[in-house]
């Protein structure tokens, strides 16, 4: 790699890693290194009358102190950090000091991975440590990282601008406490929900990302092409139609814990690419849903904090069970005073404007119920609350409700005013969801590209006969962000989607070589700073050429200098 392309300390690191290679020790050794202790058990098991435990630990030099004779450095771990000693006459019991005075002291770094071969002690101070006896170079740090300093519990000079933690968070994790926390219970929610939907009997199931139809959900899918076959295919938006053709198939009951992929925008509580679990039961309906999503909410909250609430941007929200259910009209007659029962389009339209809502001639009945209650009551259920009863232009796969004509049995489960799950009695009536489809059709050909496509295979499947079936679809992000009290979905996702990096706009060399430069000297120009030709023009002409000498020197570029009068004309071409 080009020096000019790294940074001074990056440099010197490479440097190190060199002179390592030169004394014979590798600095990404093949070889295994075995562990035994990690260092939150070694602290918590540590007692002070026992005999001196050995152990062998590896980790990441976070930081240290470099006295005479001895040393301290802080090890983390995958675990956490422990305290370790370093002795120049325990490492080095030879005559030869130099794995101490010029390893350990100029050639290792903050960040560097080392292994440890030493036994547990307290220091004097108090803390439980590691004395170490052998040091072992796994792998060097090439990279400075951040330094995050910890005082009374706050950090400070912290690695927190979000747009470098998210692209980077793998420096995020190492340095930032708490991160790898959340992704930590972020596991616990998969499992426990994985061990209570197995335990009730029901199978995991794996079904196609690739889908010839784009189904399951009103989304604008993702797009894309496969080039044997010559045809397009869509990124799923939703497992739910496979699922079902798995009961249609005799399964009693099937779920799917995967990625979904719709093509909207991105935000606080929005990914382009999700997590969701997808659970059909037969002989169910949404009544036996609502109970069933209740228990295992409560076990879930359970498991990750120990209690039923969680704490989120301030409020504490309880997942103990009841929850409130409340039919969706009636939620928006509540806030807004409009009664929607029995009104036609049009007169919902005229509602919407007297709202003084934005909306379009391409949205139907179901889009401008939809509307008003995203913009009017959503966001207010903060407790979890069973939105019931949905309109069936809103609901293209639910059952019509068995004695609400006009509406469906359908749920969605309200938590701190987002969407955090969608539940049916499904769709089971072939004929009925064929005319449904067509209607979200016609809406498709209005310029709805949410609007859902026709799948003649799902149709045919309902033909040969599916059982009654309750079915839901849980975002997991959202139920992480929920258990973690985080307020953004980018928290709880180790790599969220983000927009291209930002790069400096640099001229090309050509640009420099019309001025007279010699195009070997253009690397040296724009590491310096001058990216751009117009950098140049108000440049003293001894300073250029000075600061060019210096860099030809310490970067060992072997170029001729310029002389005064060179520099001179490439300042005088650049300011014509």
């Known amino acids: 790699m080009n020096l000019l392309e790294l940074s001074e300390q990056e440099i010197i690191r490479r440097n190190s890693m060199e002179q390592l290679r ?56 995958s675990e956490g950090r422990i305290q370790v000693y370093i002795s120049r006459d325990d490492i080095c019991p030879d005559e030869n000091k130099d794995l101490y005075n010029v390893v350990f002291k100029k050639l290792l770094d903050i960040g560097d991975i080392v292994g440890i071969k030493g036994f547990v002690f307290r220091t004097q101070m108090g803390e439980i440590s590691v004395h170490a006896q052998e040091i072992t170079v796994l792998s060097k740090s090439l990279r400075p990282l951040p330094v995050v300093k910890y005082k009374d519990g706050v950090a400070y000079d912290g690695f927190n601008d979000p747009e470098l933690r998210y692209r980077q968070r793998y420096v995020d994790l190492i340095v930032n406490d708490g991160v790898k926390d959340i992704f930590l219970k972020r596991a616990k929610v998969i499992k426990t929900m994985r061990a209570v939907l197995d335990e009730a009997g029901y199978t995991e199931v794996e079904t196609p990302i690739l889908q010839s139809i784009a189904g399951g959900a009103s989304a604008r899918p993702f797009i894309t092409h496969h080039n044997s076959l010559d045809i397009d295919l869509y990124l799923r938006i939703a497992t739910e139609l496979y699922l079902k053709r798995l009961i249609v198939g005799g399964f009693e009951g099937v779920y799917e814990i995967g990625k979904n992929f719709r093509n909207e925008g991105m935000d606080r509580t929005h990914n382009p690419e999700f997590t969701c679990v997808e659970l059909y039961v037969q002989y169910k309906d949404y009544n036996w849903m609502m109970s069933f999503t209740e228990q295992l909410l ?37 806030k807004t005073g409009y009664d929607l029962n029995g009104k036609s389009e049009d007169e919902i339209r005229s509602i919407c404007k007297e709202l003084k809502m934005e909306i379009d001639d391409t949205m139907g009945k179901g889009k401008l119920i939809d509307e008003i209650f995203g913009e009017f009551c959503e966001g207010t259920f903060i407790q979890p609350t069973f939105i019931i009863d949905y309109p069936v232009e809103m609901s293209p796969l639910t059952k019509m409700h068995r004695s609400k004509p006009g509406l469906t049995e359908r749920f969605e489960l309200m938590v701190n005013g987002k969407e955090l799950a969608n539940a049916y009695s499904e769709l089971n009536d072939p004929i009925d969801q064929e005319e449904r489809f067509k209607d979200q059709l016609q809406l498709s050909e209005k310029g709805d590209d949410e609007a859902m496509f026709i799948d003649q295979d799902f149709l045919r499947a309902l033909q040969f006969g599916m059982p009654p079936t309750s079915g839901i679809g849980i975002g997991i992000d959202r139920l992480v962000m929920l258990m973690t009290g985080q307020t953004t979905i980018q928290e709880v996702l180790f790599f969220p989607q983000m927009r291209p990096e930002k790069t400096v706009k640099k001229d090309a060399a050509d640009k420099y070589v019309a001025l007279g430069i010699d195009e070997a000297w253009v690397p040296a120009l724009q590491k310096a700073g001058y990216v751009t030709v117009d950098t140049l023009k108000e440049l003293n002409p001894n300073k250029l050429r000075q600061e060019l000498c210096e860099m030809n020197k310490k970067y060992k570029l072997e170029l001729q200098n310029p002389a005064a009068e060179e520099v001179e004309a490439w300042i005088a071409n650049a300011a014509k």
């Not at 007692?47 to 102190?65: F, H, L, Q």
């Not at 409560?298 to 309880?318: F, H, L, R, W």
């Open 22 to 77: 030169q004394m014979g020790i590798e600095p990404y050794p093949a070889a295994e290194y075995v562990t035994n202790a990690y260092s939150n058990e070694i602290k918590a098991s540590f007692k002070d009358d026992a005999e001196p435990r050995p152990v062998n630990i590896a980790g990441r030099i976070m930081s240290r102190r470099i006295m005479g004779k001895a040393s301290f450095m802080e090890l983390q771990d």
């Open 298 to 334: 409560e076990k879930i909250c359970m498991a990750v904090n120990g209690t039923c609430e969680t704490v989120v941007d301030g409020k504490t929200i309880s997942f103990k069970a009841p929850f409130r259910r409340l039919p969706i009209l009636e939620a928006i007659q509540e």
